[in-house]
């Protein structure tokens, strides 16, 4: 983290602990909040302060843990900075612990603002304060089951030794449509997979049926299995899957790899191990991607794979992505192959084997690195059907209601419905309420104090969710509220959806440049609109307290910057002029430009030759 993002940081929490210290002393006259609640809140500063410092010497933690010692000269916070101090010391060995502590600011501040928002439609109801409750109310609820999902992480970095013979595994490449020339990369870092050559076998499964497949499979050491031209990728597994049935029955775990990923070739001996626990069906490990400069699109979901899925590990939830994973063929067997009643099969099929009782482990290092879009409709339709999934599962096949899964299961997969609802539904609310409030003149009360608060605990908490990288947050919350269209389109279709699944397409493995604002006319309306919201503002300057317009000022804003990645992303690679969508293929072997997170793929793989950064 840059070191003028880390003081800016430090400002504004400072302010919005000792704003909402001063409000709730003055409000709240009791002896109560002074023992308790006021030196927690210097507590809290503390903390956050020790997180976004970090110094990598101890004895420098050491010095700035004394020095605000001295500072503050407050018996009362003394046993709070105790404990705060021995974390911030130790930070290594009590991460999770800064996390939880964070957590907790939060559902405090949290809740002082649902009563105040509460208290504003009470005493100055009108339709924007009850849309501001409704909003933030339920933000408030579904940054709690986050909380609640994320409290417990297992960070699996460690494998077990292998005891006994080494099972036999089948590799399977499903593949419809991508060029041969991706498909020979990904089969060529296959095939250096270090593992016994007599216990490994190698199958690519082509429901496109190309000859040029065939040929290619045969110069690489593969066989060829004329894929099920059904039930798009899962009706293509499940025909490999009777394919090694029948021909490969000694066969008893399944790696499945995406037709444009290449794998480390220690992926085996660190992964395999796992099943020697009868009870595993499957073994995920995170993957990143080759994205363009600076990550455009958003694509690497790095807070998902480095974050979230450890949250889901820690309650027997963490779910199969598609690609460098490995299932047990028992396991798939018992729950009838690959799920094909959703689009696509990764998520239903975890779900259904944890539900029949199968348990999953996440492996956190990267081993896989592979392809993701760098277009807007490629973007839009990846997103779009990974959100229709989940709208789907959370109607249609419900973890809250689903027999055999444990209350922890049910809240993990819920998470994943209730965050795309709320990205339909209360997103817009809160977008909205700026807009409404200057076209209205009807600006709502709200206490800059509590806001500030609660926007800074909910930063404080996100810093400590995603290890203080400021960038990977901002770039994922800054994505999330810009799919907001494709989000609502998916929600659309899963309830058309009920009695028969969405048609499916493989996503482009090839660039079609061009401007699209036909798919992001609602991103670009809506930076138009704050805009002249914005100047309206500054230039009219409407009769009213300058504070609450200051606030309604800064929220405007605030969405204003979250729109700005994907309208940006609209103009990569564009020419000023150029307006028509045109497909563009590379007239060269790939040479790829690796985030340093994978580096470690690409240099155990000596045909990728990746251009350094």
Not at 182 to 195: A, E, F, P, V
Not at 444 to 465: D, H, K, Q, R
Not at 571 to 576: K, R
Request: hydrophobic fraction near 50%; include cysteine; charge should be positive.
């Amino acid at each position: 983290m840059k070191s003028w993002l880390k003081f800016a940081l430090l400002l504004m929490v400072g302010a919005g602990l000792f704003l909402l210290d001063i409000f709730m002393l003055r409000r709240v006259e009791h002896i109560f909040w002074a023992i308790t609640i006021h030196p927690l809140f210097y507590a809290v500063g503390f903390a956050t302060i020790a997180f976004l410092a970090l110094p990598r010497k101890r004895w420098a933690r050491i010095g700035i843990v004394a020095g605000i010692a001295l500072l503050i000269q407050d018996v009362h916070v003394l046993p709070f900075l105790a404990i705060i101090a021995i974390v911030f010391i130790f930070v290594e060995y009590f991460r999770v612990w800064m996390f939880r502590l964070a957590g907790l600011v939060m559902l405090f501040g949290g809740q002082y603002y649902a009563v105040h928002s509460l208290e504003m439609v009470i005493h100055a109801p009108s339709p924007q304060t009850i849309l501001h409750f409704i909003a933030s109310t339920g933000m408030y609820l579904s940054l709690i089951l986050n909380f609640v999902n994320q409290a417990f992480p297992r960070y699996t970095r460690q494998t077990p030794g292998q005891v006994g013979e080494l099972p036999h595994v089948a590799v399977v490449i499903p593949t419809y449509g991508e060029p041969v020339a991706i498909l020979r990369n990904t089969m060529r870092s296959l095939r250096g997979l270090d593992y016994p050559q007599d216990r490994i076998h190698f199958i690519i499964s082509d429901d496109g049926h190309r000859e040029e497949v065939q040929i290619a499979a045969r110069q690489e050491g593969f066989r060829y299995n004329f894929g099920a031209k059904q039930d798009a990728k899962a009706g293509n597994l499940n025909s490999a899957l009777r394919y090694i049935a029948r021909h490969l029955p000694q066969v008893t775990l399944i790696l499945t790899q995406d037709a444009d990923e290449i794998i480390h070739p220690s992926f085996m001996h660190k992964v395999v191990p796992f099943f020697q626990d009868e009870k595993i069906a499957l073994v995920q490990t995170p993957k990143d991607v080759w994205p363009v400069k600076d990550d455009w699109f958003g694509t690497r979901d790095r807070v998902f794979y480095d974050n979230i899925q450890a949250g889901r590990n820690g309650t027997n939830a963490a779910f199969a992505c598609g690609s460098g994973v490995i299932w047990r063929m028992e396991a798939l067997q018992s729950i009838g192959g690959f799920s094909t009643w959703n689009i696509v099969e990764d998520l239903t099929t975890s779900y259904e084997l944890h539900a029949a009782g199968w348990k999953s482990e996440y492996y956190s290092e990267v081993l896989t690195c592979g392809l993701a879009p760098d277009d807007i409709p490629g973007l839009l339709k990846q997103r779009g059907t990974w959100a229709a999934d989940t709208f789907r599962l959370f109607f249609y096949n419900s973890p809250l209601t689903k027999p055999g899964l444990s209350l922890p299961q049910r809240l993990q997969y819920a998470e994943s419905g209730v965050s795309h609802l709320s990205s339909v539904f209360l997103s817009p609310m809160l977008m909205a309420l700026p807009i409404l409030n200057v076209v209205t003149g009807n600006y709502m009360p709200i206490e800059i104090s509590l806001i500030t608060f609660w926007i800074m605990t909910i930063l404080v908490y996100f810093v400590a969710l995603t290890d203080g990288r400021l960038f990977l947050l901002m770039r994922m919350q800054q994505f999330w509220l810009g799919h907001w269209l494709t989000h609502a389109k998916a929600f659309w279709i899963a309830i058309r959806s009920k009695n028969q699944k969405p048609s499916y397409k493989v996503t482009r493995k090839t660039r079609q440049d061009g401007f699209y604002p036909n798919l992001l006319w609602f991103q670009f309306v809506y930076v138009f609109a704050a805009i002249l919201t914005a100047l309206y503002v500054l230039i009219a300057q409407p009769a009213v307290d300058f504070r609450v317009s200051f606030v309604n000022m800064l929220v405007l804003l605030f969405y204003l910057w979250m729109f700005i990645p994907i309208v940006r992303a609209a103009f990569y690679g564009v020419p000023p002029r150029q307006m028509i969508p045109r497909v563009s293929m590379p007239k060269k072997p790939l040479r790829l430009r690796l985030p340093a997170l994978t580096r470690p793929v690409a240099k155990a793989i000596p045909w990728l030759s990746p251009s350094s950064e």
